[in-house]
């Protein structure tokens, strides 16, 4: 199971730190990542940690602006979002994949097993 907090109203170029906490059968998991959904948009990666240690970012537009990290254990993946844009605003929901390694592509739904509930970020102007 996943449990993600950490969302919440801020103004533009806030900053906000969200979690993912995950439980269960934490060994089988191989990466944890983040993705958003704006309203009427589709789902997107924003970036990506393997157990590894190995970080892939998804859109641009965050590179710089969002750090990844995990603890040592995978139990917990943190997103720090810096400089926060409303085109941040978005439902952002952790996932977890046991089978996910390096990429030549931008991960998609389909990559992750698991997922946890969405936690929104609103940016205002």
């Known amino acids: 199971q996943l449990q993600a907090s950490g969302g919440g109203l801020v103004q533009t170029g806030g900053s906000l730190r969200l979690s993912c906490a995950a439980s269960?059968?934490?060994?089988?998991?191989?990466?944890m990542g983040w993705f958003r959904q704006a309203p009427g948009k589709e789902r997107e990666f924003v970036v990506g940690?393997?157990?590894?240690?190995?970080?892939?970012y998804g859109a641009d537009s965050v590179k710089g602006r969002f750090t990844i990290s995990r603890d040592n254990a995978m139990n917990t993946v943190y997103l720090q979002m810096n400089s926060l844009k409303p085109e941040d605003t978005a439902a952002y929901y952790c996932?977890?994949?046991?089978?996910?390694?390096?990429?030549?592509?931008?991960?998609?739904?389909?990559?992750?097993?698991?997922w946890g509930q969405g936690t929104l970020v609103t940016v205002s102007s």
């Open positions: 996932a977890a994949g046991r089978t996910i390694g390096p990429m030549l592509r931008t991960p998609s739904v389909d990559d992750y097993d698991y």
């Open positions: 269960g059968r934490t060994f089988s998991i191989s990466a």
């Open positions: 940690i393997r157990r590894t240690g190995g970080i892939t």
